[in-house]
């Protein structure tokens, strides 16, 4: 007899930021996690899985992985969404987990083996002026790093996305019941970044890959104007240029520009992808693989991205958690057409409830050989930490009107 769903609770925990976790287990004793976590909607993906989903998983068979993806996309009529696939997700990273549990293998064994022996990895760095930033860019090549995402301020504003005035740890997410308003002057932008990135360039010599997130802030016309600006930078990437919810535009920046061009994290599905793909209007596909809907869907986006000779490159902020980063490093190891994994890091304390098999050392991340996604929750630690209110910011152009954060 084939084992069955037993329970499939939700943790939320907020050790230095909320995270949600789905825990399911099955009538052989295994334990399943997946990630649930969509930062400043928490408790929506939470009450989505608790009131829906959960009741629903009791009694099924938790090997079949691809039946129950598609019983819980196809099978509810309203599909896609952050909340809902983020929610998707937290179970297919489950099953995955459970199944490589019955087979006693770690998950990239039963995506078809290595192609690779570890995964690059990149972080960020970022510094007010081009001073500090030098300086975060020295202690993440301490650190082993080769490929480093880069943010600078802006002269005349007073915050700018993804980087600390006081060279903090940057987590976007502020707490308290209401987002931070932010200013944002995108000419001011456009006019120093080109020069801050190229004496960054300079500094560091011609070999540490240098990455940059624009955070969806840009018309075409200013991406195609930037990214002609940053070519002798040799960026990586360049990522997010535009919101992309237009994608017949990124044409126009693909003309004018060679900068390679990532896209996708705020995306849910195969068939955002699907025109950025095959027309080869971007270079890397950066879907979280929690939020995209789990391990099965990320595979299936990769494959298209293949044949397309576009490149995975999962999205791995400190709001995707320990879980998500596990799988997302499983299918790095397993994806011939994988390119690098991001990897933003986590407060001290939330290594200690999401104890994982995988590692960081020497600017690459493995998964481990633990069985399944290799995570261990201590609920106990967990449970002392309770859910807190917390935002993304949003932001405002200097007249006030509310522009993409
Ligand atoms: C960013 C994210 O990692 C990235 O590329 O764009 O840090 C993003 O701002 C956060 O995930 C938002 O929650
Ligand atoms: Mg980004």
Redesign the pocket.
């Known amino acids: 007899m084939s084992a069955t769903i037993v329970a499939a609770d939700v943790l939320v925990t907020s050790p230095g930021r909320n995270l949600v976790t789905l825990k399911i287990t099955t009538s052989d004793g295994l334990v399943g996690w997946g990630d649930a976590t969509l ?2 909607r928490e408790l929506a993906v939470a009450s989505y899985l608790r009131d829906h989903v959960c009741p629903i998983l009791v009694g099924r068979d938790p090997a079949m992985v691809e039946d129950t993806w598609q019983y819980l996309y196809r099978g509810v009529y309203w599909r896609r969404g952050p909340v809902t696939m983020a929610a998707i997700g937290a179970v297919d990273l489950a099953l995955w987990d459970i199944k490589g549990k019955v087979c006693g293998q770690p998950v990239y064994q039963l995506l078809g083996g290595r192609v690779r022996d570890r995964i690059l990895s990149y972080t960020h760095a970022t510094g007010w002026d081009v001073a500090a930033l030098l300086d975060a860019v020295a202690a993440q090549r301490e650190r082993g790093f080769r490929a480093v ?1 880069v943010q600078t301020g802006v002269p005349g504003l007073e915050s700018v ?2 980087v600390t005035k006081d060279g903090g740890a940057y987590e ?2 502020g707490r308290g019941v209401a987002p931070v308003e932010e200013t944002w002057d995108t000419a001011a932008y456009l006019r120093y970044l080109p020069g801050a990135l190229a004496e960054v360039r300079a500094a560091v010599g011609p070999e540490l890959e240098l990455l940059h ?1 624009a ?1 969806h802030r840009l018309t075409p016309n200013q991406a195609a104007r930037l990214g002609k600006a940053l070519e002798p930078v040799d960026l990586f990437w360049l ?2 240029v535009t919101p992309a919810e237009n994608q017949d535009v990124l044409r126009r920046v693909r003309e004018q520009t060679t900068v390679p061009l990532a896209i996708g ?1 705020v995306f849910t599905s195969v068939w955002e992808f699907q025109q950025l793909i095959t027309e080869q209007l971007i270079d890397f596909v ?1 879907a979280a693989v929690s939020h995209v809907g789990g391990i099965t869907p990320l595979r299936r986006i990769a494959a298209l991205a293949e044949v397309w000779q576009v490149w995975l490159a999962p ?3 400190s ?1 995707v958690s320990p879980i998500a980063l596990a799988a997302a490093t499983h299918v790095g190891l397993a994806t011939p057409n994988f390119a690098i994994q ?1 990897y ?1 890091g986590y407060p001290d304390r939330v290594h200690e409830v999401f104890r994982h098999a995988w590692t960081y050392a020497d600017g690459h991340l493995h998964p481990g050989d633990a069985p399944g996604l290799g995570i261990e929750v201590d609920e106990a630690l967990a449970a002392r930490f309770p859910y807190e209110p917390a935002y ?1 910011p949003v932001a405002r152009r200097l007249d006030g009107t509310l522009t993409d954060w």
């Open positions: 930062n400043g995402r996305y993804g976007p997410a997130d955070h990522e997010d994290e950066r999205h791995g902020p709001d991001e933003m993304l």
